[in-house]
Nanobody
Framework: QVQLVESGGGLVQPGESLRLSCAASGMIFSMYAMGWYRQAPGKAREFVAS???????NYAQSMKGRFTISRDNAKNTVYLQMISLKPEDTAVYYC???????WGQGTQVTVSS
């Protein structure tokens, strides 16, 4: 059974950084691309970034330069490093496996002074 468990969310002040993690199980992790999405209150879920099994990355235009996606295939984990956080980054962040349509439960990120 494929499972995704996100962690690392929390409350931070504007300008601070945060690293999210998503641990996968029940699959051959290195074979699959992984993605991060987010959903702010009252808004649709939006794409943040993705990374292929070989490490090729793709970002939403508005996230480039502040967000970095990476993966550690030995640990079955994908990361999202976020810097210079803004209040508008406040959202629940989800990881997913596009090929399997599998989602994690999400982790809340709140950026507020």
């Amino acid at each position: 059974q494929v499972q995704l468990v996100e962690s690392g969310g929390g409350l931070v002040q504007p300008g601070e950084s945060l690293r999210l993690s998503c641990a996968a199980s029940g699959m051959i992790f290195s074979m699959y691309a992984m993605g991060w999405y987010r959903q702010a209150p009252g808004k649709a879920r939006e794409f943040v970034a993705s990374i292929g099994g070989g490490g090729r990355t793709n970002y939403a235009q508005s996230m480039k330069g502040r967000f970095t996606i990476s993966r550690d295939n030995a640990k079955n984990t994908v990361y999202l490093q976020m810097i210079s956080l803004k209040p508008e980054d406040t959202a629940v962040y989800y990881c997913n496996i596009p090929q399997l349509g599998k989602w994690g439960q999400g982790t809340q990120v709140t950026v507020s002074s």
